[in-house]
């Protein structure tokens, strides 16, 4: 069916969602993109009129809400208006690790989704291109088309309904979510229906180059998102093994990094070492693809991935055993500073953030720790903090949020660098340490500092795959 997109909606408001509506309304402004969202306080962060109150900080965000909002991009809540009035539909809901039931801790729970399906296929009319925009398990499209073709079969509905299901994959990495979006390496379509992908093409075609548009079958489409992500969460674990064995021989990680990424084959990016990946994809996609290969026997493959999620996961313990032993093997009531709390720069999300995990550990050990993070808010910290402390350490006063890094900082016997956020790379630690007590550590688990430029060499700093 030939079809001409006018009126597009977006179910979800989240990471995804919110950014990728915004940028195709800001490069096709003929279309009319509505996103909706069952979650009233996010819409009315996203029509907040200052810029600074948006659900997400994401850079280059704000402007294009400023352009767009109001003319030809909408958030509300009017879930049924909006599908209803809708040529095309982008599920980007929550996507997340079931955590209970078959499959708990690998398989992802398809709630919000079926869910999702079920509104579609109530309230849209006329035929409607339904687009997967949310990372899924392979064959997911095949769920969403029979509950869409089931529903709307259902006695009652007086208007003729049609679907044709895409699989459209996001690839942009928070932080640069705008630029990801405005620049694709490529756009992946997924489907079989040739006009409903020419239909999807042709927004993205407003500001892509078509070459860079690849056109697949709903499987591969799914599936090449997955392994995408556990391809690039691969790369991370291979650099974290080796900035240990770096540590041990003397060896720099960095340096060895740009000696293998010269090679064209294997290429400079995704090597930097650190205190693991974190962020609300890879270790879900990666334990999903577990799960999938261990549904089809497929139990080799499925020892291999898991191996990146134990490496992932080991060094952040060896992070906890390196803190413990320069400071004495004891932190019990030490001062330390973390400085950052996001799992990445330039994104105030903290969804599987090394800093958890790595903050929970530091204060099951009884340090007091004092936390700074330019964007993520104190709320986030406690509710992140309390979710995985067992009840007990809630009541004591063990950590708090600091305003400034100086208030972290000041007679604490440590400071753990734990986001690559540039402020942090401008810090002069020859000042800061000085007002640390002494004999203080700084654990820089990002390398964001230059240690030769430091005027004193006597400071003590760690760095990630840094052997002396
Ligand atoms: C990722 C994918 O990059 C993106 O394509 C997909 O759509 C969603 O998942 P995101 O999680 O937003 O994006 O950020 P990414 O830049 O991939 O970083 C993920 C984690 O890996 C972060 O914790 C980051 O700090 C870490 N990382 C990344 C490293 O430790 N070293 C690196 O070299 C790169
Ligand atoms: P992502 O990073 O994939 O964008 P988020 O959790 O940031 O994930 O966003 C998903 C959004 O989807 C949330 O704001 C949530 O309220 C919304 N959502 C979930 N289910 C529905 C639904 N059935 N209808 C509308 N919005 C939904």
């Not at 035929?127 to 064959?139: G, M, N, Q, Y």
């Not at 790595?358 to 104190?378: F, R, S, T």
């Not at 004999?439 to 052997?467: M, V, Y």
Request: charged fraction near 25%; proline fraction near 3%.
């Amino acid at each position: 069916m030939n079809q001409d997109i006018k009126n597009i909606c977006c179910i979800g408001a989240g990471y995804v969602g919110g950014p990728t509506m915004s940028v195709i309304a800001s490069n096709c402004p003929n279309i009319q993109v509505n996103v909706v969202d069952i979650n009233p306080e996010r819409v009315a962060a996203w029509n907040d009129r200052d810029i600074a109150n948006l659900p997400i900080y994401e850079p280059g965000l704000g402007q294009i809400i400023k352009k767009c909002r109001g003319y030809n991009l909408h958030f509300s809540t009017n879930i049924e208006e909006n599908i209803s009035k809708a040529d095309l539909i982008f599920i980007s809901v929550n996507t997340p690790t079931k955590t209970s039931g078959i499959g708990a801790g690998q398989a992802i729970d398809l709630k919000w989704v079926e869910e999702s399906s079920r509104t579609i296929a109530k309230y849209a009319k006329g035929f409607t291109i339904v687009v997967e925009k949310s990372t899924l398990p392979v064959k997911t499209a095949q769920k969403i088309k029979e509950i869409l073709q089931a529903t709307s079969a259902n006695k009652g509905v007086s208007f003729e309904k049609k679907f044709s299901v895409l699989s459209n994959p996001e690839f942009l990495a928070e932080g640069n979510a705008i630029k990801n979006l405005e620049e694709p390496d490529r756009i992946l379509i997924g489907g079989d229906d040739e006009e409903s992908i020419k239909a999807l093409a042709g927004i993205y075609s407003k500001w892509v180059d078509v070459k860079k548009i690849l056109t697949t079958d709903l499987w591969s489409s799914e599936l090449s998102k997955l392994i995408a992500n556990a391809f690039l969460a691969q790369r991370i674990s291979s650099i974290n093994s080796m900035s240990a064995l770096c540590e041990i021989t003397g060896a720099h990680i960095k340096d060895v990094a740009v000696a293998v990424g010269a090679d064209k084959r294997i290429g400079k990016y995704f090597l930097n070492a650190g205190p693991g990946f974190g962020g609300s994809c890879f270790k879900k996609d990666i334990s999903n693809l577990i799960y999938i290969c261990n549904h089809y026997g497929l139990y080799e493959v499925s020892e291999y991935w898991q191996k990146v999620l134990d490496i992932n996961n080991w060094q952040q313990r060896r992070l906890i055993e390196i803190i413990l032993k320069k400071l004495f093997g004891t932190i019990s009531e030490k001062k330390i500073a973390i400085l950052g709390f996001s799992f990445k720069a330039d994104t105030n999300d903290t969804r599987e953030s090394p800093a958890i995990f790595i903050c929970k550990k530091l204060i099951e050990e009884g340090a007091n720790l004092y936390i700074y993070d330019p964007k993520v808010n104190n709320n986030q910290i406690d509710y992140d903090l309390k979710r995985v402390l067992e009840k007990s350490f809630h009541e004591k006063d063990l950590w708090q949020c600091c305003e400034l890094i100086e208030e972290a900082t000041n007679n604490a016997d440590a400071a753990v660098i734990l986001t690559e956020w540039d402020e942090f790379k401008k810090l002069n630690w020859n000042d800061i340490n000085k007002m640390m007590r002494q004999p203080a550590w700084i654990f820089d688990t990002r390398s964001t500092i230059e240690i030769k430029k430091l005027a004193n060499k006597n400071i003590n700093i760690w760095q990630t795959g840094f052997g002396n």
